[in-house]
């Protein structure tokens, strides 16, 4: 069993940066894969970026390649997104994710979920 909580949101301009937190509890954080992902308004969760268990290995939605930046502490068990020049359409309720496995730069396997925090860009 994990737990995850998702913190770091809030409103923030077109342009202007934040750096979403996840927190993990449970088994052993270095064991497993982690991942951010977002829904939209009126629209379906999707991929943002995944990172290795190591923290070595990361990949991005094409939307955020460049401006978003996944990493990990596992001293920490915490997931990290740095999110810069951020645009209105990055508006959603980002969730943090236990990934199993990525496979031609698409994860599999989330098991567990965290609630969600929301990022709202006004355009």
């Known amino acids: 069993q994990v737990q995850l909580a998702e913190s770091g949101g809030g409103l923030v301009q077109a342009g202007g940066s934040l750096r979403l937190s996840c927190a993990a509890s449970?088994?052993?954080?270095?064991?497993?894969?982690m991942g951010w992902f977002r829904q939209a308004p009126g629209k379906e969760r999707e991929f943002v970026a995944t990172?290795?268990?190591?923290?070595?290995?990361?990949y991005y939605a094409n939307s955020v390649k460049g401006r978003f930046t996944i990493s990990r502490d596992n001293a920490k068990n915490v997931v990290y997104l740095e999110m810069n020049s951020l645009k209105a359409e990055d508006t959603a309720v980002y969730y943090c994710?236990?990934?199993?496995?990525?496979?031609?730069?698409?994860?599999?396997?989330?098991?567990?979920w965290g609630k969600g925090t929301l990022v709202t860009v006004p355009s």
């Open positions: 449970g088994r052993t954080f270095s064991s497993t894969g």
């Open positions: 990172v290795g268990r190591s923290g070595g290995k990361t």
């Open positions: 994710a236990t990934v199993n496995a990525v496979l031609a730069g698409r994860p599999y396997g989330m098991e567990y």
